[in-house]
């Protein structure tokens, strides 16, 4: 049985704990294994943390990176950021020994050591890469048969040169996992525009975050939404969070609980009443 | 006057941001960067800005933290500039200088006091326990070693002090 470690990040457990029931039992059901990684932080996250020091942001994604190794796992992310930041983080480390080293010097005072080994996943890459739609297709139980705005976000796909899962401008990933949930993934024009939430700009500038937020709900509306189906808590967030004073009420759901309603899990495993844009389905 | 810094380029390079050398003023990016349909971010004059060592030009003011970090600059990019690593160093050497805004040190202190940017709360805990979820998750803020061992790195690193 394939095994990762399960990284949680913030946003998840401290929001949208619906999220991380919904992935155990997505993944216990595909046959894939999760390993809680006990003691892991914040990734840390690459728009804030890693914007007011690199230094720091580096380390403290050694340290997550090297409790994966510890436990001889690769990192299975739900969450962009978390992603972005520890697939650069360990990208970084494995190009250069001498950042390696400084980082190691750093991780030797708290007794931990790493040398470059764990690779970081995002789930639906996972998903798709190593269980695949037709094992996907056979375990849903209850198609879901929404007209749905799959939504990437920004870090799952790119950089593209450095991630090469898809191609960034127009995807094909999530449309086909969404379809494999019996949902109909709408064709639609800026499938690869920012949420707005990235970078520091939901705590610091929310109003022009809002903007962006907004540009992709009239888009999603005009072309007949009934759904938004992301892959990121951040995205899941600031879609969530905004819709009401935007006038907008598009169900948010992310992937995993997507994937949770169609393989039959009880509505309330959903964590579906910390939504705040209400989820009727 | 504005004034050229001479040894900006290195600062900017230690940083992580010599790739700013390499721009060639296409305009590319601010044409593709969504957050320039509503800011007053126009990265390729932070980026000429950089080149020029116009330091005060290239940090100040509210544009630099305009940016989502969404990478389509990079995408776009003829000349493989890595726009977003240029803006990382830029803020880093920003915050250095002491410009970190008030929201974003409530952030920074947050990781510094749980280990995560989001705190947990009653309301939370009630969730994941009906979840059959344990009220804390099995991470660094549920264990005072390991959040001891991360106290360590935030402390050497400078952190914990760059943002109090
Ligand atoms: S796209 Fe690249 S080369 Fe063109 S202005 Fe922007 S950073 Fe410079
Ligand atoms: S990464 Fe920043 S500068 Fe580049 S396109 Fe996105 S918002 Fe604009």
Redesign the interface.
């Known amino acids: 049985m394939a095994k990762y470690a399960f990284f949680l990040g913030c946003i998840t457990p401290f929001r949208y704990p619906g999220i991380e029931r919904s992935t155990r039992e997505v993944f216990k059901t595909l046959g894939v294994e999760l390993v809680d990684l006990e003691d892991a932080s914040c990734c840390p996250a690459p728009g804030v943390i890693k914007s007011f020091n690199k230094a720091t942001w580096l380390a403290v994604a050694a340290r997550n990176l090297a409790l994966a190794e510890k436990k001889g796992l690769d990192i299975v992310t739900i969450c962009n950021g978390c992603y972005g930041s520890l697939f650069d983080a360990a990208h970084e480390l494995h190009k250069d020994p001498k950042i390696l080293d400084d980082v190691n010097k750093i991780l030797s005072e708290i007794g931990l050591k790493y040398s470059g080994k764990t690779k970081v996943r995002h789930f639906a890459e996972v998903l798709y890469k190593e269980v695949g739609v037709e094992k996907i297709k056979k375990a849903v139980k209850k198609p879901t048969g929404y007209k749905t705005a799959v939504f990437y976000g920004c870090h799952f796909l790119k950089p593209s040169k450095l991630k090469q899962l898809d191609d960034p401008e127009d995807p094909k990933i999530l449309d086909e996992l969404v379809e494999a949930a019996g949902a109909e993934s709408m064709s639609r024009k800026g499938k690869a525009m920012c949420c707005g939430a990235g970078g520091g700009l939901r705590s610091q500038f929310g109003e022009t975050a809002m903007k962006f937020t907004k540009a992709n709900l009239e888009r999603m509306k005009a072309d007949g939404a009934e759904m938004i189906v992301d892959v990121c808590p951040f995205c899941h967030l600031q879609f969530d969070a905004s819709q009401k004073e935007l006038g907008f009420d598009l169900p948010v759901l992310h992937l995993s609980q997507l994937f949770g309603i169609a393989m039959g899990m009880d509505a309330e495993d959903l964590g579906l009443n910390a939504h705040i844009t209400p989820v009727k389905l | 006057m504005i004034k050229p810094v001479p040894e900006f380029a290195e600062e900017l390079a230690a940083?992580?941001g010599s790739s700013a050398m390499l721009c060639f003023q296409c305009g590319t990016c601010t044409l593709k960067c969504?957050?320039a349909?509503?800011?007053s971010l126009r990265t390729a004059h932070i980026m000429r800005a950089s080149q020029l060592g116009l330091k005060d030009e290239a940090i100040d003011g509210?544009s630099l933290?305009?940016?989502?970090?969404?990478?389509?600059c990079?995408?776009w990019c003829p000349r493989n500039v890595q726009v977003?690593d240029v803006i990382?160093?830029l803020?880093?050497i920003a915050?250095?200088d002491g410009m970190?805004?008030e929201?974003?040190r409530?952030?920074?202190q947050s990781?510094v006091k749980f280990?995560?940017?989001?705190?947990?709360?009653e309301k939370?805990k009630a969730?994941?326990k009906?979840?059959?979820?344990p009220e804390n998750?099995?991470?660094?803020m549920n264990?005072t070693a390991?959040k001891a061992?991360?106290d360590?790195?935030?402390n050497?690193?400078?952190?914990d002090k760059?943002?109090k």
Do not use: M
């Open positions: 940083n992580g969504p957050s349909k509503y800011t509210d933290w305009q940016c989502t970090t969404c990478y389509t990079v995408e977003v990382t160093a803020r880093n915050v250095a970190l805004h929201s974003h409530k952030v920074a990781l280990g995560h940017t989001v705190e947990n709360n939370i969730l994941r009906e979840l059959r979820l998750p099995p991470t660094v264990n390991a061992d991360l360590k790195i935030l050497l690193t400078g952190f760059l943002v």
